[in-house]
């Protein structure tokens, strides 16, 4: 979902193969042999082919000029999305395995794992995570603050500046029509809770 949005926004074209998650486990899916270690997601542009999404929005951050003016900006926005996945780890670990037992732990450690984002936010200037202009460690941001929202409606709630910057990437008019269409409505959180 994060490289979508990073491409609807940049006004590109694609095309996503959404694989049958029972059979993706069972190994029936044949390009799961492609995967380089098993698992998805897989990106193309042309001939060359990309797994791991960390790694395709990097590769879509350098294409797109979405990695900083400078190494030492691209370095900083590097931090900030390692920071990013740190949080989704912790996320991803309640999400899909242990839902039942430790969501509302999860949701109550929530606001000590999103001030770091606050005050990074507070300070810049442009709005962004960092840097003057739309990064793609900014996307990957969006993604995780919007599959929090759902689960979670008043997370942002003590974070103003979280907030704007949501509504600031929400708002943006090639993503904004990208996230009100059927394409990205119709793509779960998680494919068998229907989230």
Not at 41 to 53: A, E, N, W
Not at 56 to 73: D, Q, W
Not at 148 to 156: G, T
Request: aromatic share 12%.
């Amino acid at each position: 979902r994060r490289s979508s949005d990073l491409l609807a926004d940049q006004g590109c074209e694609w095309k996503d193969d959404v694989m049958p998650i029972k059979e993706w486990y069972e190994g029936k899916v044949e390009q799961k042999k492609e995967a380089v270690f098993g698992q998805l997601p897989k990106f193309t542009d042309g001939d060359f082919v990309l797994f791991q999404s960390n790694a395709i929005l990097r590769y879509l951050g350098r294409k797109h000029g979405l990695y900083g003016k400078n190494e030492k900006e691209a370095a900083l926005i590097d931090m900030v999305n390692d920071g990013v996945e740190d949080l989704r780890l912790k996320y991803s670990r309640v999400f899909f395995y242990e839902w039942e037992t430790s969501k509302d732990t999860y949701i109550e450690a929530l606001p000590n794992h999103l001030r770091p984002f606050e005050r990074l936010v507070s300070q810049n200037p442009s709005g962004f995570l960092m840097g003057s202009n739309v990064s793609f460690s900014d996307y990957n941001f969006l993604d995780l603050l919007q599959n929090h929202v759902v689960f979670a409606p008043d997370c942002l709630k003590d974070f103003p500046h979280l907030q704007a910057f949501k509504d600031k990437m929400e708002s943006r008019p090639k993503l904004k029509a990208y996230l009100e269409s059927e394409a990205h409505k119709n793509r779960p959180i998680h494919p068998t809770r229907k989230v």
